[in-house]
Nanobody, 120 residues
Framework: QVQLVESGGGSVQPGGSLRLSCVAS????????MAWFRQAPGKEREFVTA????????YYEEDVKGRFTISRDNAKNTGYLQMNNLKPEDTAIYYC?????????????WGQGTQVTVSS
């Protein structure tokens, strides 16, 4: 069972950037697809982006296309979310997730989340 730990959240002004990291406990991290979700105050958790096991395939929610980039380094058991041109509506708790089946839809492993606040 893989454990995921996010880091890199914080407070930033609109237009700023942050890079989130998600470290997995498993050496077989490359066996899992991974994704980032977020949950804003008073809202449902929503999908942001996902990446395949090898990193060769990615998918983005429309709102973040061109601003966010998902990547992974399987040698370091780590996934990343580079967030540029941040907007106040990006404020949320960001969670990484992993799927043993390689799914881009269903994820059974979740991190504890990291807070991102975008405010002037």
């Amino acid at each position: 069972q893989v454990q995921l730990v996010e880091s890199g959240g914080g407070s930033v002004q609109p237009g700023g950037s942050l890079r989130l990291s998600c470290v997995a406990s498993e050496r077989s991290f490359s066996d899992y697809s991974m994704a980032w979700f977020r949950q804003a105050p008073g809202k449902e958790r929503e999908f942001v982006t996902a990446i395949s096991r090898t990193g060769g395939s990615t998918y983005y929610e429309e709102d973040v296309k061109g601003r966010f980039t998902i990547s992974r380094d399987n040698a370091k058991n780590t996934g990343y979310l580079q967030m540029n041109n941040l907007k106040p509506e990006d404020t949320a708790i960001y969670y990484c997730a992993a799927s043993a089946s390689g799914s881009f839809v269903d994820f059974e492993y979740w991190g504890q989340g990291t807070q991102v606040t975008v405010s002037s």
